[in-house]
Nanobody, 123 residues
Framework: QLVESGGGVVQPGASLKLSCLQR????????MGWFRQVPGKEREFVAS????????YYADSVKGRFTISRDITKNTVYLQMDNLDFDDAAVYYC??????????????????WGAGTQVTVSS
């Protein structure tokens, strides 16, 4: 079970750090990712990190502002979000996928998501 936390209401320019805990078992996934979704739109990829070696990949819209990281000892993946703006408001989901992958991180097939945590950006 993937459990996200850390969402909230912030003003533009503020920061938030999201966490995603794998509850009940250790991660058995090649990579972890963060996605986001607003009502009426498709779920959008945000960032991913390979679990074993920490390689990262970001959507262009968040590159330079968001940082994905993981703590293997805590079975947790994080998303540090800085300089938030109105377009970042969404429900944020963490995701995992199969344990093996031979292609690039950008093509990794995530197939399981958590319930999400709400991020609201409001002045």
């Amino acid at each position: 079970q993937l459990v996200e936390s850390g969402g909230g209401v912030v003003q533009p320019g503020a920061s938030l750090k999201l966490s995603c805990l794998q509850r009940g078992r250790t991660f058995n996934t090649y990579a972890m990712g963060w996605f986001r979704q607003v009502p009426g739109k498709e779920r959008e990829f945000v960032a991913s990190i390979s679990w074993n070696d920490g390689l990262t990949y970001y959507a262009d819209s968040v590159k330079g502002r968001f940082t994905i990281s993981r703590d293997i000892t805590k079975n947790t993946v994080y998303l540090q979000m800085d300089n938030l703006d109105f377009d970042d408001a969404a429900v944020y989901y963490c995701a995992e996928g199969p344990p093996y992958h031979t292609g690039s991180l950008s093509g990794y097939p995530f197939d399981y998501w958590g319930a999400g945590t709400q991020v609201t950006v409001s002045s």
